[in-house]
């Protein structure tokens, strides 16, 4: 079985989504199977100088889109337009690396979209957020989180 990981960002240096997207494929290819990792070129430096240097790596670069939402600080829809760029390529790479499997390790969130791919079996995850107080205790919850609690449901669906 050939895996092609998907990730934004695969990286001990950022923390948080990208370490947990590096254990991963550490641990894949501790067990020996045929993986593939598809990230942004942002992270090109520190995996070719990883312990993973000897693994196949492919990236998305930048586009003139992403560079202008950037700069404009939208942040939302730079999420959006690039998972929608890692999932043209991931698809292109399925199809061309004969992939049996893609993975997207990340993000985590349940409020960015994932695209529909044709042929291989796809996972997503594992996934996280929006995650709320309890009935019994919302009362806790600060104003603004059970606010976006019934806001967000809306925006998963989407």
């Known amino acids: 079985m050939k895996i092609l990981l998907v990730s934004p960002n695969v990286s001990r240096k950022m923390g948080g ?85 893609v993975h997207f390790t990340s993000p985590i969130s349940t409020t960015l979209p994932y695209f529909a791919m044709n042929g291989p079996k796809v996972v997503i995850g594992p996934l996280n957020g929006n995650i709320h107080y309890p009935p019994g205790l919302a009362f806790r919850e600060e104003w603004h989180r059970r606010l976006a609690g019934r806001i967000l449901p809306v925006f998963q669906r989407l």
């Open 17 to 101: 989504e990208a370490i947990k997207s590096w254990n991963i494929i550490k641990e894949i290819n501790k067990i020996g199977l045929d993986s593939i990792q598809l990230t942004h070129a942002r992270v090109r430096k520190e995996l070719s100088e990883s312990e993973f240097s000897d693994l196949k790596f492919f990236y998305v670069e930048d586009d003139f889109i992403q560079i202008i939402l950037f700069k404009l600080r939208l942040n939302w829809i730079l999420g959006a337009w690039g998972s929608w760029l890692l999932h043209k390529k991931a698809q292109e790479l399925a199809n061309s690396e004969g992939c049996d499997l």
